[in-house]
């Protein structure tokens, strides 16, 4: 007969069961209390959600920015999916035109990144370019210029939004890089109502390359940059320094 | 293409509903976006707790790299037996410790050869956006508070330094025993903490 073991006792060994560090006793101990309560297990699985979730409480770093598109190729390649690509239609014939004038687009677009590359190292260079040419390359790639006005107007650069991506890559040039206090922020209109989609600053060349959470419901050709003070409510009208060009 | 972009974020915003075991299945379907969510819900967990052991850049960003394609080529998550998040950094966590010991078996084999080595890296933070992550980091780390300093102490230095409670109990110069039942109860009070999270 199996003597009676106390609650606490029990939770003790699956703890130090989901640690890894029972002794051979307590192990074979454990064994025969898991056998005899099968329904134990769900406590071990509790308590491995539990260790799961300790990295949680660290400082989250976003990982690098070509990293995401990295797994992508060779998830893709390894694994031989072919991502989805959904059957020609006719739209995309009479889009032909549209999608020529987007690879000219995208190639300007990379000389820009290749000026803003100038600045960084090679190895950045090379995975920012591959990044880049793997987002344009994609067939449902879709890209909006912008343009700078009135103490911006030397300024221009894209919005890119890509598939797969729920996030939209933002690169410009010859932007003024602002003072501590302010920012620039990325909105669009829609129905009258901005929308914010973030905030970011140029570096001291002028050039920004971030990406951006997409929000529900946008519409591209809407896009607004604004001049703000860090201060300023999300809801403020700011400085109009760059337009998106439908 | 206006309406082709709205409608493919219509459909990630449909798919960004759906459970990482729901994801995991239309991946294996060859749907790319489900692939796509599961690398930003889980992204900057795997590599912010392999930066926090490896302390490398780099190797934080392979290790990143090579958790997600064994995941999605092995089919060994199973969502039976618990969440992906906890799925996924307990399987971070193993190969970083793993690594970590690796190097310093390398270490301590370089170090025989040369008199000093410097291996101070450089790293790069960038805060982390989502809402529903920062929600959860905060959930946990007040957990983590309730805990007693010695309990945390010892739970930090056997998650992230891959210590053994021997090994911890040698360090601290503090009885075996009692590091075991600061780790076990340090564990067993955090799980009444963060019952509800899932």
Not at chain 1, 11 to 28: C, T
Not at chain 1, 91 to 111: D, E, F, P, R, T
């Amino acid at each position: 007969m199996t003597e009676v073991v106390p609650p606490d006792h029990i939770n003790e060994l699956l703890a130090g069961y989901v640690l890894g560090e029972l002794s051979p006793e307590e192990l074979e101990h454990l064994r025969q209390m898991l056998f005899e309560n099968p329904e134990l297990m769900t406590e071990v699985y509790g308590l491995q959600e539990v260790l799961g979730l300790i990295p949680y409480a660290l400082p989250f770093e976003e990982p690098p920015f070509h990293l995401r598109s990295k797994i992508f190729e060779t998830t893709n390649a390894k694994i031989g999916y072919g991502f989805r690509r959904k059957q020609f239609s006719w739209q995309w014939y009479h889009l032909a035109s549209g999608i020529a004038a987007l690879l000219v687009i995208s190639l300007s677009l990379l000389g820009l990144y290749n000026s803003y590359l100038q600045v960084s190292s090679l190895q950045a260079k090379e995975v920012g370019e591959r990044y880049l040419i793997n987002m344009l390359c994609q067939p449902k790639t879709y890209l909006m210029p912008l343009k700078g006005i009135d103490i911006a107007s030397a300024a221009s650069g894209s919005i890119v939004i890509t598939p797969g991506n729920p996030k939209a890559t933002l690169v410009i040039q010859k932007l003024p890089s602002l003072p501590k206090g302010q920012i620039y922020r990325l909105r669009s209109v829609m129905n009258g109502k901005k929308i914010t989609w973030g905030q970011f600053n140029a570096d001291a060349q002028g050039s920004v390359i971030v990406q951006l959470l997409i929000p529900p419901n946008f519409k591209v050709s809407s896009l607004i940059i604004t001049l703000e003070s860090w201060e300023q409510s999300p809801n403020s009208i700011g400085y109009p320094v760059m337009m998106g060009i439908s | 293409m206006h309406s082709d972009v709205v409608n493919t974020n219509h459909e990630q915003r449909t798919l960004a509903q759906q459970t990482d075991a729901e994801l995991f299945s239309l991946f294996k379907t060859g749907n790319s976006f489900a692939l796509g969510i599961l690398y930003d819900r889980y992204a900057s967990l795997v590599y912010s707790l392999a930066l926090k052991i490896l302390t490398n850049p780099q190797e934080a960003e392979d290790l990143t790299q090579e958790i997600f394609l064994i995941f999605l080529q092995r089919n060994t998550y199973n969502p039976n037996r618990g969440s992906l998040s906890s799925f996924i950094s307990i399987m971070t966590r193993s190969r970083a410790i793993d690594k970590l010991r690796e190097r310093h078996t390398n270490l301590k084999f370089l170090q025989r050869w040369c008199q000093t080595m410097n291996t101070e890296t450089s790293s790069f933070i960038t805060p982390v956006e989502q809402a529903s992550l920062t929600e959860r980091s905060q959930r946990v780390r007040n957990a983590l508070k309730q805990l007693s300093e010695d309990q945390r102490q010892v739970l930090q230095m056997a998650y992230y330094e891959g210590l053994t409670q021997s090994e911890i109990a040698q360090r601290l110069h503090v009885p075996l025993g009692t590091i075991k039942t600061r780790a076990r109860q340090g564990l067993l009070k955090l799980r009444q903490g963060l019952q509800d999270i899932k």
